[in-house]
């Protein structure tokens, strides 16, 4: 059983950048394909990015492409989100969530464990 813990939320305004990390325990998440959902208030939990197991192979919604990052390490079992040029769109609770594919799924339903989440606030 894979448990998920992401850290680094926070408050920041338009233009600026957070990274989020998402801490894995329990099991190594090496071998899972990883993802970033987000869900912003009264909206359904979207896509943002996904990462191979590798890190070979990425995918990006195309709200953030070119301006976020996803990247792992798996020797530290942690994924992480740079995100840079926030938007106030970007408001949300992010979650990260792994894949038992050798793929990088972009659907929530294709992903098999998730953590609690953390909130980011983008101020204009």
């Known amino acids: 059983q894979v448990q998920l813990v992401e850290s680094g939320g926070g408050s920041v305004q338009a233009g600026g950048s957070l990274r989020v990390s998402c801490a894995a325990s329990?099991?190594?998440?090496?071998?899972?394909?990883m993802g970033w959902f987000r869900q912003a208030p009264g909206k359904e939990r979207e896509f943002a990015a996904a990462?191979?197991?590798?890190?070979?192979?990425?995918n990006y919604a195309d709200s953030v492409k070119g301006r976020f990052t996803i990247s792992r390490d798996n020797a530290k079992n942690t994924l992480y989100l740079q995100m840079n040029s926030l938007k106030p769109e970007d408001t949300a609770v992010y979650y990260c969530?792994?894949?038992?594919?050798?793929?990088?799924?972009?659907?929530?339903?294709?992903?098999?464990?998730w953590g609690q989440g953390t909130q980011v606030t983008v101020s204009s």
């Open positions: 969530a792994g894949a038992r594919s050798m793929y990088v799924p972009i659907e929530a339903d294709q992903y098999d464990f």
């Open positions: 329990g099991r190594t998440i090496s071998s899972y394909a």
């Open positions: 990462i191979s197991w590798s890190g070979a192979n990425t």
